[in-house]
């Protein structure tokens, strides 16, 4: 999935914007979870909901850019994409243009998608997108950037809110994925065709 702001412009503002998106992506992850994202811990969100939670996605992999995001979903639910992805913008979206005083959308019309047909395309495409804050110039070291899953799937300590065992069966290791992911000459073989199939 990728989305990109309005004319291309800024849609993280800083940090605590893009902390404010990740919580909302893992709120909406939630089918049942009321209408509107509030700062809650999602096991308290459960119990006021009084219903059992049904998940609409799995989060394999994302990374937040200055101007557009990218995830790698898995769908669980019968339309859980395209409902996951109505309710986390129209959040977000509210969100943004109360704090900045701005109003219309932020995001570009439908989010593009793409559907993963083998093995080969989901782990390809997963490098893709955690490379994307060095191929976009935004940091230098990939291991200082943290709005990304990147971190998640390198350090088995870290944090995690992905199923990456969708990704790491393929591979031995952790770090057999991290070497995987620095490999200059096997990214620029596969690189032309996922950004033809993500970008148009």
């Not at 069966?169 to 996922?194: C, I, R, T």
Request: glycine share 4%.
């Amino acid at each position: 999935m990728y989305n990109l702001g309005v004319e291309k412009r800024v849609v993280f503002e800083n940090q605590h914007d893009l902390q404010r998106f990740l919580d909302t992506l893992i709120y909406y992850t939630n089918k049942n979870n009321k209408p509107r994202f509030s700062f809650r811990n999602r096991e308290t969100a459960k119990k006021e909901n009084g219903v059992p939670s049904e998940t609409l996605v799995e989060i394999v992999a994302y990374c937040f850019m200055p101007n557009h995001f990218h995830l790698l979903l898995k769908q669980v639910s019968d339309r859980g994409v395209s409902m996951f992805l109505s309710k986390v913008t129209n959040s977000y979206t509210k969100y943004f243009n109360k704090k900045y005083r701005r109003a219309g959308s932020l995001f570009q019309g439908t989010f593009k998608a793409v559907q993963i047909k083998s093995g080969e395309e989901l782990v390809s495409l997963s490098r893709f997108i955690h490379l994307n804050p060095l191929t976009g110039f935004v940091v230098k070291d990939l291991s200082r950037f943290p709005f990304s899953s990147y971190l998640e799937y390198i350090n088995p300590t870290a944090q995690s809110i992905c199923e990456k065992n969708y990704i790491l069966k393929h591979f031995k290791n952790p770090q057999e994925y991290e070497q995987f992911v620095h490999n200059p000459e096997d990214y620029a073989k596969s690189l032309k065709e996922m950004e033809k199939q993500l970008l148009g």
